[in-house]
């Protein structure tokens, strides 16, 4: 059946990793264990804060809250150990390289930059100045026209569809 | 039976009703192709359009937009990772690998077909097994929706591929944000602070889009400078024998499909995920491990949603319950233009159940048609280059965002969730049980505790339940199997490690 | 769907250059429930034809949550030109004395009133019980009847507790996401019985899915004229009566009274339209049709009967005294 082998798989040079079972990797990545201590204290916080809602019975509203945090820290404690018992994270990598390349620093304070925009200069305007500082930092400075025109030309259509199409006011 | 005949006979007369299915499908893909935007929000919006309009164009019109929608969703998800629609969550999963391949007309085109499909089966099990499958989903308790959504969940664990214990955590905190807000049984606030906006809860479509298309985007831009996958684009429609192939697993998860699009409240997004996970189950040899672009994961959930749409009539044409969100709508819609939606819809008005099982045959073809020819267009799309188009794309996120209720707010959270989801995903914890997490935890919330309502809050009564109606134990033995399945007493009893 | 675009755009640039004045732009109407529901039907009804009269488009969005609060707070919010219109029912009414929110109608000018919707108790086809009398006999003798609800604040809530208060028994209930849910559950046998809005359950009565046992009225509802009114049964239910949901449009009260007559009189046109009528009759809701001081002393007729009712129940967080709601004549 020749032509059904067209839809089967080969991985990279006929190696298929096999993602169904979950192989563990042999080092911690920065940060791992803050994240675990984060997560954990993310369930304490929200089974905290369930125990103002009215309990009493079965059904009531607090019980799936409850149960919910009560999950999370146990899978975080479970997950605090594992990640101990791995070696330590490469000498190499540092806890800010890994979390923020420069390039998502600069599209997050653009994101941030963005939000604190949008209810001042309104959708058109944050919205393209957004679009071209974006493509023009991320292509390093060059085709800064094309940035500029495709920004404009999508700009446009978005606008068009949304505001008359669909008779959506944007911000 | 004549008469049946000419009822389905009707769009095909009419060269206005034609037209609009058709442009129904073409928009409707559109729509569900925006991140954001959701048949739902189309739908409603197209009753108000067509309000003066004669009934049979503003169903034809608005049948085509929800076969296309369902449809849109999906491509970009596999194109961009980012579900148009949390039916398409699954499809992501492994459309997406295989989009980075360059394999991305291969697994629209396989999605297209089977889609099709699928729609015919819902379409034809609607023709005939309308009344008895409504009368049976009538008999759904609140503890067996309780049981579907715990089947959703334990799902959480082995979506993504990574490990399954974050994924459960990442599960949690989807539920238990799902809790933020006004509980819809008591009014009482959970989790709001005094905070307005907080009250309203949590959409999950801003979270959905946050955590897979912003932060997407945002991990995309930590391999600057990796060129986007060429495309390979030379066989796009599968060959014969490759749809044979499949044909199984496609009628399995369509059947699925329909009977839980059948179930009043139930629509698309379940029906994939549980498609999705019965696929993983049952398939014993995938074209490639599930989680890097195995083609049956494709396959299963598109045919559960497409088969759902069908499914969701059932309900809705034979006793007045909608199926889904979109023929809740559609029920308003006959509603405004003078029918009475109910179990009297089939009698008084007959032509009404032909009419609309052919409006959908003719957006399913439509669908076929439309759908490979955009393949190379939309293929093309994830060659430009990420520089551009994800600026775009996060700008269309913010668009989609936004018009879900015209919030500011919803863009921050949005924005807010793309960051979380980064971080999230560069420590191994997987965005889509978030998400899951997020859809499922009111319905498992709701029923759990309708159902102990149902017993009077008492312990025992509600655990009864579980095994004395036949519903429920059979619910309860297929999750139990589920468990044991996963361990390795079960394996090695099998054979299979 | 292009071609009702471009007439609607000739229209828009016709009516502006005419008049010049309120609407100028299109407006925006949050209606405080979700799509496909009663209050959702209603407008959707309704503002096609007022914006015909109107000339500009009301663009409708469901703006839904905390029974209708956060489409009540969300237009209260925006300046009141006339330009933001809230769809809402009968929920805030309840609002201050249960302390969801502290803005309800008193900061509202009602434009119109549209439609009424009286509660009615039904039961599935299968039920044991075929007449009212036999369903609260049952309650009172100790059996256990589950009831439908949809929260606290809705019309099944409130007619529950109405119930429960004039026959002093107590109902188990089941809550569920709006009326819709809770015959579904009803049909499948999940719960003994509910009170819901005649829209909700008009068709189903019809085609014998379900028995309606008792008119939460005064008198018979023609559409259903085989449902006995609750009074014919129980005395007892007279004081409460009128009460029931009812569906309206409404502005800020510092709205300008030019702009709040152009709406006034588009809607009034609207409801006398025949087309509304017959969506009136199929959806089995009872016409209103009322506007300025009738609907203003409506509302709070409706309001003092359900703050109280609830209050006195135990089913409210603060007396209705407390905001000035007067209690109902003859209670």
Same mark, same amino acid.
């Given at each position: 059946m020749e032509e059904s082998r067209e839809f089967l798989a080969e991985g990279a040079a006929g190696t298929v990793k096999d993602l169904s079972k979950y192989v563990p990797e042999a080092r911690r990545k920065p940060g791992e264990l803050g994240m675990a201590v984060l997560m954990f204290l993310l369930g304490a916080l929200? %089974? %905290?804060?369930?125990?103002?809602?009215?309990?009493?019975? %079965?059904?009531? #509203?607090? +019980?799936? #809250?409850?149960?919910?945090?009560? +999950?999370?820290?146990?899978?975080?404690a479970v997950n605090f150990f594992k990640a101990v018992r791995r070696e330590k994270p490469e000498a190499a990598a540092t806890l800010k390289g890994y979390l923020l390349p420069m390039d998502v620093v600069v599209v997050v304070v653009l994101l941030v930059a963005y939000c604190v925009a949008l209810p001042r200069l309104h959708f058109v305007a944050s919205s393209y100045a957004f679009m071209v500082i974006g493509m023009v930092y991320l292509q390093r400075g060059k085709n800064i026209v094309r940035a500029l025109l495709i920004s404009a030309v999508s700009l446009a259509v978005l606008v068009a569809v949304f505001r008359y199409l669909f008779l959506v006011i944007l911000p | 039976m004549e008469q049946n005949l000419q009822y389905f006979l009707i769009p095909f007369l009419s060269w206005e009703m034609m037209v609009l299915i058709w442009v129904g499908v073409f928009a409707g893909i559109w729509v569900g192709a925006i991140p954001g935007l959701s048949v739902t929000m189309a739908a409603s919006l197209l009753i108000s359009f067509t309000f003066s309009w004669d009934l049979n164009s503003a169903l034809a019109l608005i049948c085509g937009v929800f076969v296309g929608g369902v449809y849109g969703g999906s491509i970009t998800a596999i194109l961009l990772n980012i579900p148009g629609a949390p039916a398409a969550i699954a499809t992501g999963i492994e459309g997406y690998p295989l989009a980075q391949r360059g394999e991305a007309g291969k697994a629209i085109g396989l999605c297209t077909t089977v889609s099709v499909f699928a729609s015919f089966v819902g379409i034809i099990v609607l023709s005939v097994a309308a009344p008895v499958i409504a009368n049976f989903s009538l008999k759904f308790s609140p503890r067996d929706f309780f049981l579907l959504a715990v089947m959703g969940i334990l799902l959480i664990g082995s979506?993504?591929?990574?490990?399954?214990?974050?994924?459960?955590? $990442?599960?949690? &905190?989807? &539920?238990?944000l799902s809790m933020v807000g006004m509980d819809p049984s008591t009014g009482e606030l959970r989790y709001t602070f005094g905070n307005i906006y907080l009250m309203a809860g949590i959409s999950f479509v801003t979270a959905m889009i946050g955590l897979f298309g912003v932060s997407e985007a945002l991990t995309q831009f930590r391999n600057a400078g990796k060129k986007s996958p060429k495309q390979n684009l030379d066989r796009i429609i599968p060959s014969w024998a490759t749809f044979l192939k499949y044909l199984p697993l496609s009628i399995r998860s369509s059947l699925l499909g329909v009977f839980i699009g059948a179930l009043p409240g139930t629509g698309g997004d379940v029906a994939a995920l549980l498609a999705y996970d *019965? $696929?993983?189950r049952t398939v014993r040899h995938p074209s490639r491990p599930f989680g890097t672009g195995a083609y049956e994961g494709i396959v299963a959930p598109e045919t559960a949603n497409k088969g759902a749409i069908g499914g969701a009539f059932i309900p809705m044409l034979t006793l007045g319950i909608p199926?889904?969100? &979109?023929? $809740?709508?559609?029920?308003?819609?006959l509603y405004i233009h003078g029918l009475k939606p109910g179990p009297m819809l089939m009698i008084e008005t007959p032509h009404l159940f032909w009419m609309i099982v052919s409006c959908l045959s003719i957006a399913s073809v439509a669908l076929m048609v439309l759908g490979l020819v955009s393949v190379k267009p939309f293929a093309k799309i994830i060659e430009i280059p990420k520089e551009i188009i994800m600026p775009v794309v996060i700008i269309l996120s913010v668009i989609g965002t936004y018009a879900i209720q015209n919030s500011v707010v919803d863009i921050f959270y949005m924005i807010g969730f793309g960051i979380i989801g980064y971080f999230m995903r560069l420590y191994g914890y997987a965005t889509g049980p978030m998400v899951l997490g997020l859809i499922l935890g009111p319905m498992l919330d709701a029923n759990y505790r309708r159902a102990m309502q149902g017993a009077e809050n008492q312990l025992l009564p509600f655990l009864e339940g579980f095994v004395t109606n036949p519903i429920s134990l059979f619910l309860t033995l297929a999750i139990v199997?589920?468990? &044991?399945? *996963?361990?390795?007493?079960?394996?090695?009893?099998r054979g299979l490690e | 769907m292009r071609k009702l675009g471009l007439a609607l755009l000739a229209v828009c640039v016709l009516a502006g250059a005419a008049f010049g004045a309120y609407p100028e732009k299109n407006i925006q109407g949050y209606i405080m429930w979700g799509a496909g529901g009663a209050m959702d039907n209603v407008s959707r009804a309704i503002v096609p034809i007022a914006q015909e009269h109107l000339g500009k488009t009301i663009i409708l969005q469901n703006r839904t949550g905390a029974t209708g609060a956060i489409a009540t707070t969300f237009v209260a919010n925006q300046p009141a030109d006339g330009y933001s219109i809230l769809f809402g029912a009968e929920?805030?009414?309840?609002? !201050?004395?249960?302390?969801?929110?502290?803005?309800?109608?008193d900061q509202f000018e009602p434009v119109f009133l549209m439609m009424a919707n009286v509660g009615v108790v039904i039961v599935s086809k299968d039920s044991p019980y075929t007449s009212y009398r036999e369903?609260?006999?049952a309650a009172a003798s100790g !059996?256990?009847?589950?009831?439908g609800s949809t929260g606290p604040g809705g019309l099944p809530y409130v007619a529950t507790t109405m119930i429960e208060k004039i026959h002093d028994v107590k109902f188990n209930k089941m809550q569920f996401d709006g009326e819709g849910p809770c015959i579904t559950a009803l049909m499948g046998g999940h719960i003994d019985a509910v009170a819901v809005g005649l829209l909700a359950a008009a068709n189903f009565i019809h085609s014998g899915n379900v028995k309606g046992l008792a008119m939460i009225s005064s008198e018979r509802i023609e559409s259903v004229a085989s449902v006995p009114a609750v009074t014919e049964v129980y005395e007892e239910y007279r004081p409460y009566l009128p009460w029931g949901a009812f569906f309206g449009a409404f502005v800020r009260k510092e709205t300008p009274a030019e702009v709040l007559d152009v709406l006034r009189s588009a809607f009034t046109k609207a409801f006398q339209d025949p087309r509304f009528d017959e969506f009136a009759k199929t959806m089995g809701g009872v016409k209103l049709g009322i506007t300025g001081d009738d609907a203003k002393k409506y509302i709070r007729q409706n309001q003092s009967v359900a703050a109280w009712l609830l209050y006195d129940a135990g089913g409210a967080k603060f007396s209705p005294e407390e905001f000035g709601i007067e209690r109902p004549q003859g209670k």
């Amino acid at each position: 059946m020749e032509e059904s082998r067209e839809f089967l798989a080969e991985g990279a040079a006929g190696t298929v990793k096999d993602l169904s079972k979950y192989v563990p990797e042999a080092r911690r990545k920065p940060g791992e264990l803050g994240m675990a201590v984060l997560m954990f204290l993310l369930g304490a916080l929200g %089974y %905290y804060f369930a125990l103002d809602m009215t309990s009493g019975e %079965y059904s009531s #509203p607090s +019980v799936f #809250p409850k149960l919910a945090s009560t +999950v999370i820290m146990a899978c975080s404690a479970v997950n605090f150990f594992k990640a101990v018992r791995r070696e330590k994270p490469e000498a190499a990598a540092t806890l800010k390289g890994y979390l923020l390349p420069m390039d998502v620093v600069v599209v997050v304070v653009l994101l941030v930059a963005y939000c604190v925009a949008l209810p001042r200069l309104h959708f058109v305007a944050s919205s393209y100045a957004f679009m071209v500082i974006g493509m023009v930092y991320l292509q390093r400075g060059k085709n800064i026209v094309r940035a500029l025109l495709i920004s404009a030309v999508s700009l446009a259509v978005l606008v068009a569809v949304f505001r008359y199409l669909f008779l959506v006011i944007l911000p | 039976m004549e008469q049946n005949l000419q009822y389905f006979l009707i769009p095909f007369l009419s060269w206005e009703m034609m037209v609009l299915i058709w442009v129904g499908v073409f928009a409707g893909i559109w729509v569900g192709a925006i991140p954001g935007l959701s048949v739902t929000m189309a739908a409603s919006l197209l009753i108000s359009f067509t309000f003066s309009w004669d009934l049979n164009s503003a169903l034809a019109l608005i049948c085509g937009v929800f076969v296309g929608g369902v449809y849109g969703g999906s491509i970009t998800a596999i194109l961009l990772n980012i579900p148009g629609a949390p039916a398409a969550i699954a499809t992501g999963i492994e459309g997406y690998p295989l989009a980075q391949r360059g394999e991305a007309g291969k697994a629209i085109g396989l999605c297209t077909t089977v889609s099709v499909f699928a729609s015919f089966v819902g379409i034809i099990v609607l023709s005939v097994a309308a009344p008895v499958i409504a009368n049976f989903s009538l008999k759904f308790s609140p503890r067996d929706f309780f049981l579907l959504a715990v089947m959703g969940i334990l799902l959480i664990g082995s979506i993504g591929g990574g490990d399954p214990i974050k994924g459960i955590t $990442a599960g949690a &905190v989807g &539920v238990l944000l799902s809790m933020v807000g006004m509980d819809p049984s008591t009014g009482e606030l959970r989790y709001t602070f005094g905070n307005i906006y907080l009250m309203a809860g949590i959409s999950f479509v801003t979270a959905m889009i946050g955590l897979f298309g912003v932060s997407e985007a945002l991990t995309q831009f930590r391999n600057a400078g990796k060129k986007s996958p060429k495309q390979n684009l030379d066989r796009i429609i599968p060959s014969w024998a490759t749809f044979l192939k499949y044909l199984p697993l496609s009628i399995r998860s369509s059947l699925l499909g329909v009977f839980i699009g059948a179930l009043p409240g139930t629509g698309g997004d379940v029906a994939a995920l549980l498609a999705y996970d *019965q $696929a993983k189950r049952t398939v014993r040899h995938p074209s490639r491990p599930f989680g890097t672009g195995a083609y049956e994961g494709i396959v299963a959930p598109e045919t559960a949603n497409k088969g759902a749409i069908g499914g969701a009539f059932i309900p809705m044409l034979t006793l007045g319950i909608p199926g889904d969100a &979109v023929t $809740a709508i559609i029920i308003g819609a006959l509603y405004i233009h003078g029918l009475k939606p109910g179990p009297m819809l089939m009698i008084e008005t007959p032509h009404l159940f032909w009419m609309i099982v052919s409006c959908l045959s003719i957006a399913s073809v439509a669908l076929m048609v439309l759908g490979l020819v955009s393949v190379k267009p939309f293929a093309k799309i994830i060659e430009i280059p990420k520089e551009i188009i994800m600026p775009v794309v996060i700008i269309l996120s913010v668009i989609g965002t936004y018009a879900i209720q015209n919030s500011v707010v919803d863009i921050f959270y949005m924005i807010g969730f793309g960051i979380i989801g980064y971080f999230m995903r560069l420590y191994g914890y997987a965005t889509g049980p978030m998400v899951l997490g997020l859809i499922l935890g009111p319905m498992l919330d709701a029923n759990y505790r309708r159902a102990m309502q149902g017993a009077e809050n008492q312990l025992l009564p509600f655990l009864e339940g579980f095994v004395t109606n036949p519903i429920s134990l059979f619910l309860t033995l297929a999750i139990v199997f589920l468990l &044991v399945s *996963q361990t390795s007493f079960y394996r090695r009893w099998r054979g299979l490690e | 769907m292009r071609k009702l675009g471009l007439a609607l755009l000739a229209v828009c640039v016709l009516a502006g250059a005419a008049f010049g004045a309120y609407p100028e732009k299109n407006i925006q109407g949050y209606i405080m429930w979700g799509a496909g529901g009663a209050m959702d039907n209603v407008s959707r009804a309704i503002v096609p034809i007022a914006q015909e009269h109107l000339g500009k488009t009301i663009i409708l969005q469901n703006r839904t949550g905390a029974t209708g609060a956060i489409a009540t707070t969300f237009v209260a919010n925006q300046p009141a030109d006339g330009y933001s219109i809230l769809f809402g029912a009968e929920n805030p009414n309840l609002y !201050k004395v249960t302390g969801l929110s502290q803005i309800d109608y008193d900061q509202f000018e009602p434009v119109f009133l549209m439609m009424a919707n009286v509660g009615v108790v039904i039961v599935s086809k299968d039920s044991p019980y075929t007449s009212y009398r036999e369903l609260i006999e049952a309650a009172a003798s100790g !059996k256990t009847i589950t009831m439908g609800s949809t929260g606290p604040g809705g019309l099944p809530y409130v007619a529950t507790t109405m119930i429960e208060k004039i026959h002093d028994v107590k109902f188990n209930k089941m809550q569920f996401d709006g009326e819709g849910p809770c015959i579904t559950a009803l049909m499948g046998g999940h719960i003994d019985a509910v009170a819901v809005g005649l829209l909700a359950a008009a068709n189903f009565i019809h085609s014998g899915n379900v028995k309606g046992l008792a008119m939460i009225s005064s008198e018979r509802i023609e559409s259903v004229a085989s449902v006995p009114a609750v009074t014919e049964v129980y005395e007892e239910y007279r004081p409460y009566l009128p009460w029931g949901a009812f569906f309206g449009a409404f502005v800020r009260k510092e709205t300008p009274a030019e702009v709040l007559d152009v709406l006034r009189s588009a809607f009034t046109k609207a409801f006398q339209d025949p087309r509304f009528d017959e969506f009136a009759k199929t959806m089995g809701g009872v016409k209103l049709g009322i506007t300025g001081d009738d609907a203003k002393k409506y509302i709070r007729q409706n309001q003092s009967v359900a703050a109280w009712l609830l209050y006195d129940a135990g089913g409210a967080k603060f007396s209705p005294e407390e905001f000035g709601i007067e209690r109902p004549q003859g209670k």
